[in-house]
């Protein structure tokens, strides 16, 4: 294998091109196929419903008017589903395994009828009566009793002793900061087609990890993971939500198998809030500790927060403080309490972007109170190594990423006093902070197809990857285009399949970097092999130019593949890879009102190379636009007495609108990072919202002199 | 959604008859939100009469009125001639509302006929004296934050979300029905709504039967026309019911306040008109018209505001936004 | 409006190499013949080519339908992306619904189906309208404009081309919606019509130049998760107003630019 970290020579080029979608046209003509466009005959409509309290057991179910309604082929319950291996998050009572109810809302029966309105007619008809047990709904008084997370990878980090750094501290900042529940929201409600083929299932399903849901859905029901096919080549939208296999997907495989028909299932939008994981409401107790000179000498972040109660995933929200700063005393802690909820899950920037608005805006609180300027404060603390463990940085961009953004965005026009700028009825205020996200490669494999016409090559690379927005088809258009030096309308990109060669998935940030690293290789592979076989060819010797056509013919091949298994460098765990990113955002508060409107923003982000500038800046607009909906509007609020959400639609859990949104600028600093892996590519996807939250809260105390510490700041906040 | 006969109405009587005869039959106009509440098992009618292809659509001048006809669309509403020349206040409070795509579907009738947005409404696993009379109000001890503050009862604690009636309420508006026996009769808009009393399944003052034909608003309040304001204040910037509303009209002569009409959505179950702030600004000389003597006026109204739990924040904030909607009505001619 | 990208490549994914396939051997025609021709006119001209086929064996389909069960059957005739249907449906039927489950028009997507996101939004009688709100019976009469129908014969509309070359999706879920919406926007421009941030609402004008402010606030009934807002205004802004802009373009002089709020 070519020890390269990129082709050269090449005609065709491709990476960190602009290239437009190679999927556009399909998204723009709406023949782009998610999961419950594909047709499938004879399909069977399913509708899940739902319980009504948050604890206790089912003790009744009166379904007799719906198996008797119109069109009715089905109605599955606890009593008569099919005997299942619950796993994961397919926790026995969502798949219907067992009488118990974990929380509101939890999956209870599966109607399935010859039309979706029959279906869903049906649905309403049927009782359940509940032996109901105490639910753990109220959030703040059990908050009180909340004990050490039992998680290991929660437990108690310290370093040095931060009580007595911090007692000794000369400028101190002690300040809780909030954050709510918060829902995925896809634009495309979970859905699934589900169809047997004997012992064979195949399910069209928005998967992020193509490989794991396969896996998830074999575990479930007794299979060999080759009995299970996985489809998903368009995705819409995942954020986290679509990680994991959650109960919607294997009832439907399970009504497939109970009506002997393929079977559609959509969650509706209100079932979305408590089916597919939430993040946790999060309670984030903030202490920092600085010298006169803004040397920062202790940090302690202690999270207090909520798991369910059928696993213990706690999102890391104190990640961030063990690594941002150089600061020799610091502890991290988590204190959980059980509720009955669906369990959290990752959201997008999982842990960093809750964690980086209570460590962003303490250090604006206490760069304020020691009257500096934020951005010099926080390249005072800057670390020159990663203080979490110790380890060299492959390569560290916060500070070309500030210095980039205030000078992109004014910054030195700012006051550092609040109050000082007006604008007719609003006040204007501007915030930074900065954020980050580990950037990782995982194991992937992939295979390329050659065929050859004369001295046309076609090819094809296949790969049970994902692309939920991302632009995964894209990228490794590019990548191979380039690489095997074919323009790229010669490229087939097959992935969204569990038939391919297994990849990683598309979360935390992984996606990008596996995926296109495993493309390169195979790419590369098919060139070293094909020189290999060619008589003419003096053996590997990339990066020369190559003709894959020349060398097919040659080697007298009409057809080629080759597969490789790509693993991530073995260097790149003995050093610490992140990507990172500074925000700066400009908001105008309407000082009667206090409706906030983030005017600008700037975003600066340094994530090694980026294949394609383009969606890659896209990504960073969608992570800005998610950190303007924490920071603004996204909040989803228990009712503490039954624990049922009061925010189950699109009307009440608010995410950001168009006219939410003013102007975004991005750009990415250049970063060659020769160790995280071959390609140097870090991820985006997570990176984007992290800091978002804080900057615009930053700004909204530089406007109004009012420091919110819970979110989301809506207007009565301000009042 | 339970099964329904669906047929389109032809004439008015016979349609009218139709839904008083059967109790569980709803006219069909828009469908935006009757269809919404039939998703949610809200709304459960046997029988949907189309009436949107009565001739009831146009917006025309008769005498001293403009008349809207009920199944005139809200945007064909907000955007004639004879409103946005007339009755601007009344073209921004439609458009503040919903999104191009809805108010391209609703009508005006639906639109007066929404009901209210409460969580618990529309949940139907919650109690809710509304949707089920009797079986209690989820919103009096659970999350209120976007409830009444004014004229709310120990059954129902909701507010009316739609803007245009709160524009309607400021222009004396006068809505037009006609029932089943052919009899038609005018209500005065601060009649139309109603308070929810003891019996807050009832929005209105309609009886079984009868139909909105049209909206008629007296030209006499074109007169402030120049000077009138409709201001929504919400949790995002567009697409999303108010927190609180304001409708501010003024009709200056002479340099000084002719007449004032003043009306709060989104803090009551009908909209609420503001006569205390009115009868307080009515005759003031526009020199005399400052920040001071605007508070004033706004907290002679809002001195009667029985927030709940969660909706303190409401009685600042209309208190702030009627000040702002009167500048912004106002214009040029405060100095302040 | 497609000379603004000279830059497009296009290719296809598995699937859509396979739904193409399908298509094309119906029309009779090679995929080979299509490849490499890596403009979007051309690789447009078969996916439309498609969709015309499509929609056309949707109303075969179609005739065929009766509901099963007492349910209240509706006769409907209404045109869909200018083709003549009459069909008998449930009454509960959504026009949502019967494009996705019995016309095989699945562009239009169910993001809500209650009316709060804009994702199944298509003109009716050349107006944007939300096909979850509406009921097929209610279409008697109508026509109906889905995103398989929106571009003229061969030639993708330019609202489409806008959103590959300003990369105004990410997932696509939301797109179909926002370019239907869009294209809704434009004629209600054309027509002088008013949204809430308009700042004068007496002043008429026959036809109306859109701020980008206005832009967001007439597009803000479609909700993208995605965060593609202001690619898809820079894309509503280049067809609205003529004007080609780089898609990559950096601001910086943002005084003036967000100098609009208006609420
Ligand atoms: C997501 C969303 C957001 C919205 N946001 C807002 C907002 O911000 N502000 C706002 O004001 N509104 C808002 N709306 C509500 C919208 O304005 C109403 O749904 C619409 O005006 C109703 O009109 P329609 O013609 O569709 O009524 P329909 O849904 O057809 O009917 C509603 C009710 O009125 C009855 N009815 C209809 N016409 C008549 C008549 N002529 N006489 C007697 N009864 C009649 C029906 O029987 C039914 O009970 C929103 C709606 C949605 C879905
Ligand atoms: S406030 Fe009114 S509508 Fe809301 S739950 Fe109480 S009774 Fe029902
Ligand atoms: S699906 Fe119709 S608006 Fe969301
Ligand atoms: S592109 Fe994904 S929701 Fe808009």
């Known amino acids: 294998m070519s020890e390269e970290k990129t082709v050269k020579n090449r005609k065709n080029k491709f990476i960190g091109e602009n290239v437009n979608r190679i999927d556009g046209i399909f998204k723009v003509t709406g023949t782009a196929r998610f999961a419950t466009d594909w047709p499938v005959a004879n399909v069977a409509y399913a509708v899940i419903a739902k319980a009504a309290t948050a604890a206790g057991t089912i003790s009744g179910i009166d379904s007799a008017a719906a198996e008797k309604a119109p069109g009715v082929i089905g109605v599955i319950t606890h009593k008569n589903a099919p005997k299942l291996t619950p796993a994961g998050n397919l926790s026995g009572g969502s798949v219907l395994q067992d009488a118990k109810i974990e929380f509101f809302g939890q999956h209870s029966a599966v109607v399935v009828a010859e039309t979706f309105e029959q279906a869903q007619a049906a649905a309403e008809m049927i009782k359940f009566t509940y032996a109901k047990a105490e639910a753990r709904v109220n959030f703040d008084e059990l908050i009180k009793t909340a004990q050490k997370s039992p998680s290991p990878a929660r437990a108690d980090v310290v370093r040095g002793d931060f009580e007595k750094a911090y007692s000794a501290a000369e400028h101190k900042l002690d300040a809780v900061y909030e954050t709510p529940i918060e829902h995925h929201q896809p634009m495309e409600p979970h859905s699934t087609i589900a169809m047997w083929e004997g012992d064979n299932l195949t399910i069209y399903n928005p998967s992020q990890v193509v490989m794991g849901m396969r896996g998830a859905m074999a575990t479930v029901f007794g299979l060999k993971p080759e009995q299970v096919r996985v489809i998903t080549p368009h995705i819409g939208g995942g954020f986290g939500a679509k990680g994991g296999a959650w109960g919607n997907t294997a009832l439907a495989a399970m009504a497939a198998k109970v009506v002997k028909r393929p079977v559609k299932l959509a969650l509706t939008r209100q079932q979305m809030v408590n089916s597919v994981g939430l993040r946790q409401k999060n309670v984030q107790r903030m202490r920092l500790g600085a010298d006169a000179t803004g040397k920062l000498a202790a940090i302690a972040h202690e999270t207090s927060t909520h798991t369910g109660t059928t696993s213990q995933f706690v999102e890391g929200c104190g990640d961030v403080s063990a690594m941002t700063y150089a600061v020799p005393n610091s502890l991290i802690s988590y204190k959980t309490t059980a509720m009955n909820v669906i369990s959290p899950t990752f959201v997008r920037g999982p842990g960093k972007a809750p964690g980086s608005f209570a460590l962003e805006c303490a250090i604006d609180e206490l760069a304020y109170s020691l009257k500096m300027d934020p951005i010099e404060f926080r390249l005072k603390n800057e670390p020159d190594k990663d203080p979490a463990n110790g380890r060299p940085w492959s390569s560290r961009s916060v500070v070309e990423c500030l210095r980039r953004g205030s000078e992109m965005f004014g910054w030195k026009n700012r006051k550092m006093e609040p109050r000082q700028v007006r604008n007719g009825e609003f006040l204007v205020g501007s915030g930074v902070a900065v954020g980050s996200y580990p950037a990782r490669q995982q194991g992937t494999s992939a295979i390329a197809k050659l065929t050859r016409k004369g001295t046309d090559v076609e090819a094809t690379v296949e790969l049970a990857a994902s692309d939920l927005g991302t632009g995964t088809h894209t990228i490794l258009a590019q990548i191979a285009a380039e690489t095997l030096d074919l323009p790229i309308s010669r490229i087939s990109v097959k992935i969204g399949d569990s038939s391919l060669p297994p990849a990683a998935g598309s979360v935390g940030s992984v996606g990008a970097a596996s995926f296109s690293n495993a493309v390169s290789e195979v790419c590369l592979q098919c060139i070293s092999e094909l020189q290999a076989r060619s008589p003419k060819s003096s053996g590997p010797s990339d990066p020369v130019p190559v003709n894959v056509a020349e060398l097919m013919s040659e080697a007298n091949l009409t057809e080629f593949q080759t597969r490789v298994d790509a693993r991530p460098p073995a260097q790149a765990g003995q050093y610490s890879s992140h990507s990172f990113n500074a925000n700066f955002a400009e908001v105008w508060v309407n000082e009667q009102t206090g409706m906030i409107r983030v005017n600008r923003m700037v975003a600066v982000t340094g994530a090694g190379r980026i294949l394609n500038p383009k969606t890659t800046r896209s990504q960073i607009l969608g992570g800005c636009i998610w950190g303007i909906g924490m920071a603004l509007h996204e909040e989803s609020i228990l009712d503490p007495r039954w624990g049922n959400f009061v925010t189950r639609t699109f009307a009440d859990y608010h995410i950001p609108v168009n006219l939410d949104i003013g102007t975004i600028d991005v750009a990415f600093v250049a970063e060659e990072d020769k160790i995280v892996n071959k390609l140097g590519v870090k991820g985006v996807g997570e990176v984007g919202i992290v800091g978002v939250a804080a900057a615009v809260a930053n700004a909204v105390f530089n406007a109004t002199g009012k420091r919110i510490r819970k979110l989301p700041i809506t207007p009565d906040k301000l009042m | ?336 | 409006m497609s000379d603004n990208f000279p830059e497009l490549v296009d290719e296809l994914t598995a699937d859509e190499a396979e739904l193409l396939e399908e298509v094309l051997s119906d029309l009779g025609e090679s995929r080979r013949k299509f490849i490499g021709q890596s403009s979007t006119a051309v690789l447009g001209a078969v996916v439309l080519q498609f969709l015309a086929k499509r929609t056309a064996l949707a109303g075969e389909e179609m005739a065929e339908f009766v509901p099963l069960g007492d349910e209240q059957a509706v006769k409907v005739s209404f045109r869909v992306n200018d083709a003549a249907k009459s069909v008998s449906v449930d009454s509960r039927m959504t026009l949502l619904d019967a494009l996705r489950e019995k016309l095989a028009l699945t562009g239009t997507k169910k993001g809500c189906d209650h009316g709060q996101c804009g994702a199944c939004t298509v003109m009716m009688d050349g107006r944007r309208v939300l096909s979850c709100l509406t009921l097929t019976a209610q279409c008697e009469g109508r026509s109906v404009t889905t995103i398989e129908g929106v571009a003229k014969g061969d030639v993708l509309h330019p609202m489409q081309t806008a959103f590959i070359k300003h990369d105004g999706f990410q997932c696509g879920f939301c797109t179909p919606g926002q370019i239907c919406s869009a294209i809704g926007l434009m004629h209600e421009a054309r027509n002088g019509e008013l949204s809430y941030v308009s700042k004068d609402m007496r002043k008429t004008a026959a036809s109306i130049t859109l701020s980008d402010e206005e832009i967001r606030e007439r597009m803000s009934g479609n909700l993208c998760r995605c965060g593609a807002y202001p690619n898809i205004v820079a894309a509503i802004r280049e067809v609205h107003t003529g004007k080609a802009t780089d898609p990559m373009a950096v601001i910086f002089d943002m005084s003036k630019e967000g100098s609009d709020a208006t609420v």
């Open chain 2, 1 to 336: 959604m339970r099964p329904f006969k669906y047929t389109r109405a032809t004439d008015v009587a016979a349609a009218a008859k139709t839904v008083s005869t059967n109790r569980e039959a709803a006219f069909l106009a828009g469908g935006t939100n009757l269809l919404d509440l039939m998703k949610e098992g809200v709304a459960k009618p046997s029988e949907l009469v189309d009436i949107s292809g009565l001739a009831f659509s146009k917006i025309r001048s008769s005498g001293n009125v403009i008349s809207i006809g009920s199944t005139a669309k809200n945007s064909d509403t907000a955007n004639h001639a004879l409103i946005r020349r007339n009755f601007p206040m009344l073209s921004q409070a439609i458009l503040a509302g919903a999104s191009a795509q809805i108010r391209n579907m609703a009508t005006n009738g639906g639109n007066l006929m929404q009901r209210t947005r409460c969580t618990y409404f529309y949940d139907v696993n919650m109690p809710c004296n509304k949707r089920e009379p009797g079986s209690g109000c989820g919103a009096m001890e659970g999350i209120n934050k976007g409830h009444a503050i004014f004229g709310w009862s120990d059954k129902c604690i909701a507010t009316n979300p739609s803007d245009m009636s709160v524009a309607l309420m400021a222009l004396d508006a006068v809505v037009k029905v006609s029932g089943a026996d052919k009899k038609q009769r005018s209500i005065a808009f601060a009649d139309f709504h109603r308070l929810p009393g003891d019996t807050p399944e009832k929005d209105n003052t309609l009886e079984p039967g009868e139909m909105i034909t049209s909206i008629d608003i007296p030209m006499s309040s074109a007169g402030m026309a120049a000077n009138s304001y409709y201001l929504k204040v919400r949790d995002r910037a567009s697409y999303a019911f108010a927190l609180v509303s304001v409708a501010a009209a003024f009709e200056i002569k002479g340099g000084s306040v002719a007449k004032a009409r003043v009306a709060l959505g989104s803090v009551s179950h009908k909209p609420w008109r503001c006569d205390q702030a009115e009868k307080l600004l009515t005759g003031k000389s526009l020199k005399d018209l400052n920040d001071a003597s605007l508070r004033a006026a706004v907290d002679a109204e809002l001195m009667d505001a029985k927030p709940l739990e969660h909706n303190g924040y409401k009685v600042e904030l209309a208190r702030r936004a009627m000040v702002l909607a009167f500048k912004r009505a106002l214009k040029s001619e405060v100095v302040a």
